[in-house]
């Protein structure tokens, strides 16, 4: 289905517009069948549907979607030491009489596990953006093909709750928060066969009381069609509905049901008085479906892209100078505004870069006096150093020649002196 199309579905007469008057029709002229042609065309189109399944590890989920859609999706089985919460998404096409449905499931694995919750919240509200990013994306592009834009956006996030029967857990108020103006939340309080009845119906009370009081907004079964505003306005006031999945199929008298089998009883999914299953499917699939749909469109969508235009630089009334501009002199406007902010920074770029070079030099010039002036202290050392050693060679040669002087001096004297004991002997 496309939007576009569907969208026509819902366009109202505007009783309050002047010039416009009523006129008799003298006969059958046919576009009475402009509702078959519409639902021709949506049928004949299929439908998108796509669900997010948020909760803890092991509360029942993949259970819950095969009970509502009444058949057996493949499903990974996940760990409580996924290092960081993931989304895992599986597609089917699934058919009905002639209407077929193009059904993605998205499955949290890990939600819950880990210390850091800030990540958990960021991926998964992330995630919702990058599906709104991707149509808005072909939404802008000149050559528009809806009809091949895979529609990725979620519908709606089945949220759910542990059945502790005292009150829904911080991490799920948080995380309800942080995504209640990007998706339609439906919150389920999951095992609700494991929690007594009496404890039930507080148990509802309290987390609808905490949800209001944290203004965290989920979503209401729509009450401005006449056709559904009294079984939606009822339904409302069961929410969070407290379901029960099974795909067990078990005896009960001669009938084969879908049940829960315990030692002391049967739980019985389809019951009314055992679980709020059947009203869950009934408002989820069979009432509000296209509410769903239209509602992501028109709520989360179109707040989604409004954000995005305005962070863009785009305004239905932006002016300049008290002048009105249109959607291309927006454009152009901030085209040359971002054109002069790129020269701005590239300057500031540019003058970073030089003083850096500049910095840079300086520091190698200081560094190459300091080695100037190294070397010729060395220089100056090394001089003093030989004058010195020359010093001591030449008093060294002084020494020498005395001691030489000395030396023969003694020999003379020695000579001299056998001489004369010599001659005295001769005598
Ligand atoms: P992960 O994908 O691994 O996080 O688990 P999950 O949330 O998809 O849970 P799953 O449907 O695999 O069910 C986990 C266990 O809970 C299974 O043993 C189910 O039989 C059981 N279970 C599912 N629904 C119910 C329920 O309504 N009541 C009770 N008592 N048990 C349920
Ligand atoms: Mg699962």
Redesign the pocket.
């Known amino acids: 289905m496309t939007i576009d199309s569907s969208s026509l579905l819902c366009s109202k007469f505007n009783n309050h517009e002047k010039n416009i008057r009523s006129l008799k029709l003298n006969g059958h002229v046919g576009f009475d069948t402009l509702p078959d042609q519409i639902v021709a065309k949506n049928v004949s189109d299929g439908f998108t549907f796509n669900v997010l399944?948020l909760?803890?590890?092991?509360?029942?989920?993949?259970?819950?979607i095969?009970t509502l859609f009444n058949t057996k999706f493949d499903?990974?089985?996940?760990?409580h030491f996924e290092p960081k919460v993931r989304l895992n998404k599986t597609t089917y096409d699934l058919q009905e009489s002639n209407v077929r449905l193009k059904l993605s499931i998205v499955?949290?694995?890990?939600?819950g596990d880990q210390i850091d919750k800030e990540e958990t919240y960021k991926i998964l509200s992330d995630y919702l953006d990058n599906q709104f990013e991707a149509y808005l994306q072909e939404e802008l592009k000149i050559k528009r093909n809806f009809a091949i834009l895979n529609d990725t956006r979620i519908h709606a996030c089945l949220y759910?709750i542990s059945p502790t029967g005292h009150t829904i857990k911080s991490l799920d108020l948080i995380t309800m928060k942080k995504i209640d103006q990007k998706v339609n939340i439906i919150p389920i309080i999951?095992?609700?066969?494991?929690i007594a009845k009496n404890e039930l119906l507080k148990f509802k009370q309290r987390i609808m009381q905490d949800l209001i009081a944290n203004q965290v907004k989920i979503y209401q079964f729509p009450i401005d069609d006449e056709t559904v505003v009294e079984l939606n306005a009822s339904m409302n006031s069961h929410l969070p509905f407290a379901?029960?999945?099974?795909s067990d199929l078990i005896k009960v008298g001669n009938k084969q049901v879908r049940a829960?089998q315990y030692p002391w009883g049967v739980?019985i999914v389809d019951n009314e008085s055992h679980?709020d299953f059947v009203k869950l499917r009934e408002m989820f699939l069979r009432t509000n479906m296209y509410d769903l749909i239209e509602k992501t469109h028109l709520k989360h969508y179109e707040l989604y892209r409004r954000n995005r235009l305005v962070e863009m630089g785009f305004a239905d009334c932006s002016s300049v100078n008290g002048k009105v501009l249109s959607i291309s002199e927006t454009y152009e406007a901030k085209h040359t505004e971002l054109k002069a902010e790129i020269q701005k920074k590239e300057d500031e770029i540019k003058e970073a870069f030089v003083a850096k070079v500049k910095a840079k030099e300086a520091e190698l010039k200081e560094a190459e006096k300091e080695l100037h002036e190294k070397f010729v202290m060395l220089k100056k050392q090394h001089a003093e150093q030989k004058e010195r050693v020359e010093e001591k060679k030449r008093i060294l040669d002084e020494e020498m020649k005395e001691f030489q002087r000395r030396k023969f001096s003694l020999e003379q004297s020695r000579i001299h002196s056998l001489g004369t004991l010599k001659s005295a002997k001769k005598k």
């Open positions: 399944c909760g803890e590890t092991g509360i029942g989920k993949s259970t819950l095969d499903w990974e089985s996940s760990s499955e949290s694995v890990g939600f759910f999951a095992k609700a066969d494991t379901v029960v999945g099974s829960r739980v679980s």
